[in-house]
């Protein structure tokens, strides 16, 4: 019985807000630019998996601890890989190909539509007058 109220309290503090507020703001921050692996397309600060809730409170430890908001990213790069983020670095060709492929289709699909709209303006013939 001891030992499932210890539990049920650890469980409680586990969860429980940083005492300094900026910290907590950080750890919060951070919180939602940190994705679930479980549910991947949420922010760990609004997930309720179970493994979300082990990753607020590693980012709570680590900010408490004086981690910078670097140091913190890292440490879940290093676990998870840069999926983990929401806004992954540039910083290979993967990151390159994440953030560039959008605007190079973009501009691909205006040049398409835009050759396009002159060849099909070549073709058109040209209307004659009537004869009055």
Do not use: H
Not at 8 to 35: G, K, N, T, V
Request: hydrophobic letters at 50%; aromatic letters at 6%.
């Amino acid at each position: 019985m001891k030992t499932l109220l210890a539990a049920a309290f650890i469980a409680l503090l586990a969860e429980a807000p940083l005492a300094d507020p900026e910290a907590e703001a950080r750890a919060q921050s951070l919180m939602r630019e940190i994705r679930c692996v479980a549910c991947e397309n949420e922010p760990v600060s609004q997930s309720s998996a179970p493994i979300a809730e082990d990753m607020r409170i590693r980012i709570r430890e680590l900010v408490d601890s004086g981690a910078s908001d670097t140091e913190v990213r890292d440490w879940f790069v290093s676990r998870y890989g840069d999926f983990v983020l929401f806004r992954p670095p540039a910083r290979d060709l993967s990151g390159w190909l994440l953030w560039g492929l959008p605007f190079l289709l973009l501009a691909l699909g205006s040049l398409t539509a835009l050759l396009l709209a002159r060849k099909a303006g070549a073709r058109a013939p040209a209307i004659e007058p009537e004869d009055v």
